[in-house]
Structures are given as structure tokens and as C-alpha cells.
């Protein structure tokens, strides 16, 4: 029997939708081509899906959610997912929150920056320019949104300059975006 | 290109927020073709432009965003004059009673823009329970989640754009 999880986890859990994912072998020509941007050597997650019932804003996402993440230059990888995860502990959510802080610890082989932010949120024991980081991230995931120019000051002084800071932004909001869909249409549960 | 953020945001067209943006320039265009989908898709299901509009209104003034609550505003107007009768561009109005798909539409949008920490299995049955089909309840989550996300860049890149 599975059961829903509530507390910060980096095990990711199984997501189960309260939406019905759309039936693969029935899905329209605007689907299917919606779903060919989703990569191919893996399955097609239920998530997809059941945003699949609108495919013309997932044919972009993808890319647009790809490209936040992984394209190259700019902040590190470690930190634009920093980013992901300070909007994912503002919004709540368990499931993304999990994905990203499991991918921080893979980049960075440090699992106790994570440990720290699920445990103690904005006042994680952190170095300063990840402490800066997260402020700025759970800062601007706020409704509304919280930003000024000594935040932006602050983003500043532990050496992040205009690039690194509009990646931050992205990868952060992006999150405040992604949050908003696994958080509301579907819910993150132990077991399978 | 004329994008709907960064005009909004009023980015100057040069300096080193102009340049970062340039080397971004893929992620603003696929932004700026999410926002097409989001507001003036091809199929709209249930969600007519004009409704997405003032909800987009509404939600950029919940979120303070000046920019993008003057688009959005002059973007429902372009609608006609009764593109939004029961006024839903502005927070706190709701529409009447008897209108259940709107009234629990219009709950969804204040809920998952102020706290979606809130949202839960209760939040998407309150949509099925008045009607609202699954591919809509599917288009108006992406429309909340895709605006949220743009009125937060506009707001990081308003304040940048100012000091330089």
C-alpha cells in the first residue's frame, strides 16, 4: 500500500497523478509530436503524460527545460539546481525537491548541504555563496515575489556576476513553473 | 524580436544584462513561444484567450509586477469591451455564484499563484467536481505555472535592468 509522503526527502519518490495520462496508442498527431521531444530511451513517465493533454506548450517546455538546466556556460551545474531546490522547498514540492537534491549530490558528492536545507530551510549551516544562493532562490519563490537591489547585491558579493545571476533566476523560476504542475496535479507517494 | 518579457521588464539593449540575455537568447525565444502557447494557443479547449488574459492580469497584479500587469491589461482590452465582465483581472473580485466552472477556476489561479504549498488532491477534484475536463484542468495548471514563471524572471530582471 503506498501512502503519501509530506517531509523532504532525496529519495525520490513515485508520482501519482490525479489526472488520467493520456493512452499512448490513442494519442493525437499534436501528442505524438509533443511526446518525440521527451527522450526516447526511457519510458514515457506518467507525468508526461498527463501533460500531454495539452501538447502544445509541452513541445517547448522540454527544450526550454533542458537547455535551463544543461546548457552550457554561465552558473554551474550544482547551483542551478541549488536554485530548483530553493523554489521546491518554498512550493512544497516533495517530488521535485527529491529529483534535484539528488542530482546536487551527485555533482557534488556532498549530501549534507541538502541535509542541511530540508532540516533547517533558510537558515541552513551552508557556505556563504550557496547560503546566498538558496536566500535569493526561496526569496524570489515567495508570493509575491521578493527581490531588490540588495538581493541582487547579495548575489553579488559572494561572486556571481549578471550571467550567473539570470541562470540562477531561470533555474530558480523554472522550478516555481514545474512546482506548480507536479504539486497540484498529481502527488508523490512511497512505494510503487 | 520584441519579447513580451523582456519589453515588459524594460531591459536596457545593451550592457551586461543585455549580453547575458544574448547568450540566453534560445531559453527567451522558447520563453517567448511558451507564452503563445499559454495565452494565444491554437487550441484553447475551454479556456478562451480572453479569459487567460485577465487571469494572467490578476495574477501579475497578486505578484506585483508592473510591467506585465500593463501587457496584460492592454492585451485583455484588445479583447473588446466585455472580454472580462465579471472584472477577474483584478484580485479579490470573483465571478457570480452560479457561475461554478469560473468560481472554482478562479480559486485554482489564486491558490496555486499565492500558495501552492496548499494544493492538494482536493484542489484538482474541486475543478472535476463542477465539470471542468481533465485536458482543461491540464491547460489552466499550465497557464498559472507558465505565468508565474515569467512575472518572477520579469521581476529579477526589472530590478537589474534599472541599475545599469
Not at chain 1, 85 to 107: F, G, W
Not at chain 2, 103 to 116: F, G, H, I, K, S
Amino acid at each position: 500500500m503506498s501512502r503519501v509522503i509530506h517531509k523532504f526527502t532525496t529519495r525520490v519518490p513515485t508520482w501519482r497523478p490525479h489526472i488520467t495520462p493520456i493512452d499512448f496508442d490513442k494519442a493525437t498527431p499534436a501528442q505524438q509530436e509533443a511526446l518525440k521531444e521527451t527522450p526516447s530511451n526511457t519510458k514515457i513517465s506518467d507525468y508526461v503524460l498527463v501533460l500531454a493533454h495539452d501538447p502544445e506548450p509541452l513541445r517547448i517546455r522540454t527544450s526550454l527545460f533542458n537547455g535551463i538546466m544543461y546548457d552550457k556556460g554561465g552558473l554551474s551545474r550544482e547551483e542551478r539546481e541549488l536554485g530548483a531546490v530553493a523554489a521546491s522547498v518554498v512550493n512544497r514540492c516533495i517530488y521535485c525537491a527529491a529529483v534535484h537534491a539528488q542530482r546536487y549530490n551527485n555533482l557534488t558528492r556532498d549530501e549534507r548541504v541538502m541535509q542541511e536545507i530540508f532540516f533547517n530551510g533558510e537558515k541552513a549551516d551552508i557556505d556563504a555563496r550557496q547560503r546566498a544562493i538558496l536566500k535569493f532562490g526561496m526569496r524570489l519563490s515567495e508570493c509575491p515575489p521578493k527581490v531588490t537591489d540588495d538581493d541582487i547585491a547579495s548575489l553579488r558579493e559572494v561572486g556571481l556576476d549578471d550571467q550567473e545571476i539570470l541562470d540562477l533566476t531561470l533555474s530558480t523560476t523554472l522550478f516555481g513553473w514545474a512546482n506548480r504542475l507536479m504539486h497540484t496535479l498529481g502527488e508523490p507517494v512511497s512505494g510503487a | 524580436m520584441s519579447h513580451v518579457l523582456e519589453t515588459a521588464a524594460g531591459v536596457p539593449s545593451s550592457g551586461p544584462l543585455a549580453e547575458a540575455l544574448t547568450m540566453r537568447g534560445k531559453l527567451m525565444e522558447l520563453t517567448q513561444a511558451s507564452y503563445e502557447a499559454a495565452l494565444l494557443p491554437s487550441d484553447a479547449g475551454n479556456l478562451p484567450a480572453n479569459l487567460r488574459a485577465a487571469l494572467a492580469c490578476r495574477m501579475a497584479r497578486i505578484c506585483q509586477q508592473s510591467g506585465l500587469t500593463q501587457h496584460y491589461a492592454d492585451l485583455l482590452a484588445g479583447y473588446g469591451d466585455d472580454a472580462d465582465p465579471y472584472q477577474l483581472a483584478l484580485p479579490g473580485e470573483m465571478p457570480p455564484a452560479d457561475e461554478q466552472r469560473l468560481v472554482a477556476m478562479v480559486d485554482y489561479v489564486d491558490l496555486v499563484t499565492e500558495r501552492p504549498r496548499d494544493a492538494s488532491e482536493a484542489t484538482i477534484s474541486s475543478l472535476r467536481t463542477v465539470g471542468i475536463d481533465e485536458a482543461d484542468i491540464v491547460r489552466l495548471a499550465g497557464l498559472v505555472a507558465f505565468v508565474n514563471y515569467q512575472l518572477r524572471v520579469a521581476a529579477v530582471l526589472s530590478v537589474m535592468g534599472k541599475s545599469q
